[in-house]
Each structure stands twice: as C-alpha cells, then as structure tokens.
C-alpha cells in the first residue's frame, strides 16, 4: 500500500510544480497595451525596434502576451522573410494576317528580315500588299512588343461568316526564324434556341515571347481577328522589411577610432552615419568592425573581427546633393561597433557622429482568449523561451491564412523612461528554488519507492 502511497504523492506534486513555472504578468516589469483591428483570433504585430531594445534579452525570450484576466496568450515568434508579390498585367498585340495558296504559313509576304554586321534587323510590314489571287489567310502574326511577363492567356476578338469550332496550332518565337510549340488553340462560337456560348480565350504556356504565330489546318481558311490581348502575372519579390534604431550616441577613443555601444547584441543588418551637411563635400573610405560583448567570460576585453568596408560620402553631383551614409552587414549579432577612417579621406568632422541601425524585422503571431486589453510585456531577464512554430499556433498555416490575420498595434509609444533594467533580478528567485525543492522531492519519492519494492522483494 505504502508505494501507492507514494505514487499518488509524486502525482500530487506535479502539478504545483507547473504552476510554479507559469508565468505572471507581474514578472515583466514593462509592458504596453496593444490595440487589435481586423478578424481574430489571431493577430501579428512587427515588433517595433523600441521593444527590441528594451528586451532583456536579444532573442525576445522575455516577450509575453497577457488578457485582462493575467494569463500569458499562446505566442509564435519568427524573422520576417523575403516577400512574393504577385500582380496582374495585360498588354495588347499587334496582328499581321499570313497569306498562302498551301497549308504552310511560313512564306510570310509581309514579314523581311535583313542581317548585317552590326545584327538582325526584324520588320514587320503592315502594309503589305493585298493577298494574291487564289491564296487564303492561312494564320495570324502576333506580335507582343514590350510585354515582359510570362503569357498564361491569350485574348482574341474575331469574326467568321459561319459559326462552330476554329482549331489551330500556336508557335513562338523571339527572331522569327526560330519557332517553339506551344500547344494548340481553340475558339468557339455556338447559338441554339436562343442561347449563345462564345469561347474566345486560349490557355498559354506561362512563358516570354516576342512573337506568336497562330497556324489553321490545311484546307481550312483562318478566321478574321480584330484584336488580341495577352495576360499574365509578373513577379517581384520584396527584401524582407528593417526595423531602424533612434540614433546613438559615441566616443572618440585615444587611436582616433570612433566607437559605439548598443544595449544589447543584435543582429545587425545596415548601419547608417549621421554625415554632418556642414562638413559637404565629404569623402572618407572607413572600416567597420564589431564585437558581440564588450567582456568576455574571463574579464577581459573581446576581440573586434571585420563587418564592413566602404566609402562614405556627401558630395554635390550634377546639380544635385549625392550621399551614401550607410553600410551593409551580414546579420551577425554585434554589440559595440568601431569605425576606423582613412586618412586620405577628408574625416568625418571635429564631432562624433552618431550612428542608427538596423535590423530584419521580428514579426509576433499571437492567439487572443479571455478580456481586453491584451498587454505586451517584456523585460524579465529570468524568463525563458516561450514561443511556439508558427504551423502549430495555426494549424493548416498558409499564405491565405497570414493575408487573413488580424493586425496589432502598440497602444503606446515606448518612452525612455518606461525601459526596465537589463539585469537579470539580484534577489534570490524564489519561484525557481520551489520548483527544484518540487522536483528534488519527486526524484527522493521515487527513490524510495525503488527502495521499498527491493526490500519487499527480499
């Protein structure tokens, strides 16, 4: 009896050790209102540099969600990453009719094509003389222009002295010379009791082309088009957004090197020179350089390895003022940075100029429950990880889903004065002592449940 005993205790006990480990709002000495528009139950929010900065930690472990209610919201935390965009474009062609007495439209009266030395020239008459007696419109010459987007449909408007099915073969080609298939067409025009069915587009490849050619059986006389458009999507894609610091402030150190301290190790993306205008026209190659700790392990002062070389400038150009005041990184996590200037460049100035920098932006995903205001809290320097994959917060998680979510926004502008301490708290951390004596007495149970089935055994 006595090991069931046992066992029900160690079962009792684990749940006080769970609570021991929740969260409380009131751990997180900072925190804001968030304001919520759109559909929930789950909203995102970038999170604003500021936030960043008055973390405790650089990987915004100490980031929460909680309701009026003080329970933390299920959370997903990720880097914002490079954006597809996608949008439509229509552009309309040319039409040149293809004459011939056979099935083969490739003898092209009114298409000549001359090379040269310096290239091909390709030209396409479109007042060519009328088709000679005893040949038919064999097919179309389409001709695309500009249109640098893959062709997924073509458009035709056209005309045919009787109705039904007009059947033909599409081909392209960027010089004329050169062809590629590209399947088959077909058009339709049918009337019965006075219903009308008319099908006048044609599925494309999804490919580029400066010409289409559109080809009719043998024996079989091209319809007449009137014009034809062309529609497809073009792609773009989008560098994932920054997030910029306020401007800091620096040293002159004795080398004549500039230095800055950032509060905590990020990783940085671009850093961006305050050029004073007085000191126009400005030229100066620089070396930047980096450590992710200003001490370390032992004391000692870290090493500064390389993050980037370049050429700062502000110089009138053409009538106008040219400037490049920024420097790109790698992402790697920096807390003071160093700049070091080429003397035969004009300096920077008498002054230390101060510096802002950036970083990809953190986008928070979160699930509401419970009351309003949801409140965003920070800066718990004993917290650990709470985040959950984005896929498990929302299940079946696609681009339809996030185009859908909710947006938040901090209620507050977070001021200087709001920003806790970065240290993690001094006193002793009561909830953690309770959860390992929890956890130690567990362990001791099972020991002893060890011990007396041995014992019972013997």
């Known amino acids: 009896m006595k090991p069931y005993f046992l066992t029900l205790c160690l079962v009792a ?3 006080a050790a769970g609570a021991l480990a929740a969260d409380s709002a009131a751990d997180y000495p900072w925190q804001v209102p968030l304001v919520l528009q759109g559909k929930g139950p789950w909203y995102r929010l970038q999170v604003p540099m500021a936030v960043q900065l008055a973390a405790a930690h650089a990987d915004l472990r100490d980031l929460r969600v909680f309701n009026q209610e003080g329970e933390a919201l299920p959370y997903a935390l990720s880097d914002a990453v490079e954006q597809r965009n996608s949008a ?10 293809l004459y011939g007495a056979t099935a083969d439209p490739g003898a092209q009266a009114n298409l000549r094509i001359q090379r040269s030395t310096s ?3 390709v030209e396409v008459l479109p007042d060519a003389a009328p088709a000679a007696a ?9 001709d695309a222009g500009t249109a640098d987007f ?6 035709l408007d056209w005309n045919s002295p009787s109705e039904g099915f007009q059947h033909f073969r599409i081909e392209a080609s960027d010089d004329l010379r ?7 067409g077909q058009l339709a025009r049918l009337s019965f009791n006075g219903e009308r069915m008319d099908v006048s587009e044609v599925a494309l490849p999804g490919r580029k082309a400066r010409y289409l050619r559109l080809s009719w059986p043998a024996n079989e006389p091209a319809v007449e088009l009137t014009s034809a458009r062309l529609q497809g999507h ?7 957004p920054l997030v910029w610091s306020p401007p800091f402030a620096g040293q002159l150190d004795a080398d004549g090197a500039y230095r800055w301290e950032l509060p905590l190790a990020l990783p940085l993306e671009r850093v961006k020179v305050a050029l004073d205008p007085a000191q126009s026209p400005l030229m100066v190659p620089v070396a930047l350089s980096g450590r992710a700790e200003v001490k370390d392990a032992n004391g000692q002062a870290g090493n500064w390895w390389p993050l980037a070389r370049g050429v700062l400038y502000s110089l009138p150009i053409d009538g106008r003022q040219a400037r490049q005041d920024e420097l790109a990184l790698n992402g790697a996590a920096v807390r003071q940075l160093r700049l070091v200037t080429d003397a035969r460049g004009t300096g920077l100035g008498a002054g230390v100029p101060d510096i802002s920098v950036a970083m990809r932006a953190r986008e928070l995903v979160f699930l509401v429950r419970g009351s309003v205001p949801y409140r965003l809290a920070l800066g718990n320097g004993a917290a650990h990880a709470a985040s959950l994959p984005l896929s498990v917060l929302i299940p079946a998680y696609s681009a339809e889903t996030a185009a859908a979510l909710g947006q938040a926004q901090l209620q507050e502008a977070l001021a200087p004065a709001n920003v806790p301490s970065r240290a993690a708290p001094l006193g002793r951390d009561w909830k953690r002592v309770g959860l390992w004596v929890v956890l130690l007495a567990g362990v001791l149970l099972l020991a002893g449940m060890a011990l007396s089935l041995v014992r019972g055994k013997a």
Do not use: H, I, M, Y
């Open 13 to 15: 006990s684990l749940p």
């Open 88 to 97: 439509p474009r229509d552009a309309s062609v040319r039409l040149f009719p």
């Open 119 to 121: 290239g091909t020239l």
């Open 134 to 142: 005893g040949e038919q419109r064999r097919g179309w010459l389409l």
């Open 150 to 155: 893959p062709f997924e449909r073509l458009l």
């Open 178 to 184: 050169n062809w590629q298939p590209w399947g088959d």
């Open 234 to 240: 073009s792609e773009r894609t989008e560098a994932a």
